[in-house]
């Protein structure tokens, strides 16, 4: 079974077993020499987020300011640590967002470019383009539409707003309180997120949409312009999370208050609390 960087791993480890204190020292500093853009390899910690996937996601990310030697000191301390989204977006700033979008498969030329269908009774359909070009140039230039794949494609959006940064479940069992709403709630609302299941890690809140489907990974991006409108420097403080349900009409924030309004679950295990409590009594 192919593993990334095994060969690369081995030649370091034995390299330590051969009695050097840093095996990589000479290599480290040949990049603080001579390099000038200097990345990290960074990997997703897929486990964690109950998708069915095992295999990590690998990214480079580049890392600015300071100097050369200051960006690879930065990186060896970080060295297979955990980087958190907090250590990295902070609230109300505007990021980027790059994916794939939903895929839709292979589309024609009305659903794909917008073209206009011909009248009825046309011989061999009618949602085509009647004419793809001239006879000279003797090829087919690229401004025409044709049919093909629609969907999946790669976008980058700018200048979406962090609206919050939730802590894990772990950390905050209650990560969807606010000031004005004092319910003990967590994020995932009641049935959980459609298509995805409970979030318990940490977690971003952004203004607007996203591309793709559930559980596709985003990368999400620091903006690369200076942030002045008022829009981007305003702050954000929620005054209420909506955790009712996505699957139905959705009536209730908790489990609690369903059962408190239904007289359901909460409250009969309390009667019988109370029972035992009379019987121990008597």
Same mark, same amino acid.
């Given at each position: ?79 297979e ?16 967002t ?8 292979? *589309? $024609?030329?009305?659903? !794909?470019?917008?073209v206009? =269908? ?8 009618? @949602?085509? &383009? ?63 997120f ?13 203004k607007?949409?996203? *591309? $793709?489907?559930?559980? !596709?990974?985003?990368?999400? =991006?620091?903006?690369?312009?200076p942030?002045?409108?008022? @829009?981007? &420097?305003?702050?954000?403080?929620l ?44």
């Amino acid at each position: 079974k192919k593993k990334a960087f095994t060969k690369y791993q081995k030649r370091w480890s034995e390299a330590s077993k051969d009695g050097k204190e840093n095996p990589m020292a000479a290599e480290v500093e040949r990049a603080k020499k001579y390099c000038q853009v200097i990345r990290a390899i960074c990997h997703t910690q897929v486990g964690k987020v109950k998708i069915g996937q095992k295999k990590a996601h690998i990214k480079e990310i580049q890392v600015n300011g300071g100097t050369t030697e200051k960006k690879v000191d930065f990186i060896m301390g970080l060295f297979e640590q955990e980087v958190k989204i907090a250590d990295v977006f902070s609230q109300d700033e505007m990021v980027d967002t790059i994916g794939a979008t939903k895929g839709k498969g292979i *589309a $024609g030329v009305v659903t !794909r470019w917008g073209v206009t =269908r011909l009248t009825r009774k046309t011989h061999r359909g009618l @949602r085509k &383009v009647a004419c793809i070009g001239s006879w000279h140039p003797a090829r087919v230039s690229f401004q025409v539409p044709r049919s093909g794949q629609r969907g999946y494609h790669h976008r980058t959006e700018i200048n979406k707003k962090i609206y919050r940064i939730g802590k894990s479940l772990k950390e905050d069992p209650n990560n969807a309180c606010t000031e004005n709403d004092l319910t003990e709630k967590a994020i995932t609302p009641m049935g959980g997120f459609s298509h995805y299941g409970t979030v318990n890690e940490d977690y971003v809140m952004l203004k607007g949409t996203v *591309a $793709g489907p559930r559980k !596709r990974i985003i990368t999400m =991006r620091k903006s690369l312009l200076p942030q002045v409108s008022r @829009r981007a &420097v305003e702050k954000i403080s929620l005054k209420f999370i909506d955790t009712s349900s996505k699957f139905g009409h959705g009536r209730f924030q908790t489990s609690e208050e369903k059962a408190k309004f239904f007289g359901g679950a909460v409250q009969k295990k309390a009667k019988t609390e109370g029972k035992a409590e009379a019987e121990a009594e008597a």
